[in-house]
């Protein structure tokens, strides 16, 4: 499984060392299967400017993904979600069909983050 933890943090760093006027808060969410990751973007107003989900193999896979997707979109977040390179194809076909709009698709490799494997 991806570590989730390594790549938020990751990614966090990337967004303050570009920009330090932004600050990043993330947690990472579990249940009996799968871990995944959400990303808040926030301002030096302290106001949210973007939601990014960071998922595993599986865990976008989850009955209440897409939702979440669909519904940090309606909030009017510009929203990312990032997938393992291997199963962009199928993560697209699969959300399209399961009713998701709004957000963006992103690779981990996009955002320079390497797939390292939880032990």
């Not at 330090?20 to 990751?37: A, C, F, I, K, M």
């Not at 960071?54 to 909030?75: K, L, Q």
């Not at 957000?103 to 996009?110: E, P």
Request: net charge negative.
């Amino acid at each position: 499984m991806i570590d989730v933890r390594s790549a938020l943090a990751t990614r966090a760093e990337s967004l303050t060392s570009r920009n330090p006027d932004l600050s990043v808060q993330y947690t990472v969410y579990t249940d009996d299967r799968n871990e995944w990751g959400i990303l808040h973007i926030i301002n030096e107003e302290n106001k949210v400017i973007g939601v990014e989900f960071f998922e595993t193999e599986n865990s976008w896979r989850r009955p209440g993904a897409v939702r979440d997707y669909n519904i940090a979109a309606d909030e009017g977040y510009p929203v990312a979600v990032v997938v393992p390179d291997g199963i962009f194809m199928e993560f697209r076909r699969s959300v399209l069909d399961r009713g998701g709009e709004g957000f963006s698709t992103y690779l981990y490799s996009d955002f320079n983050i390497q797939q390292m494997v939880r032990v």
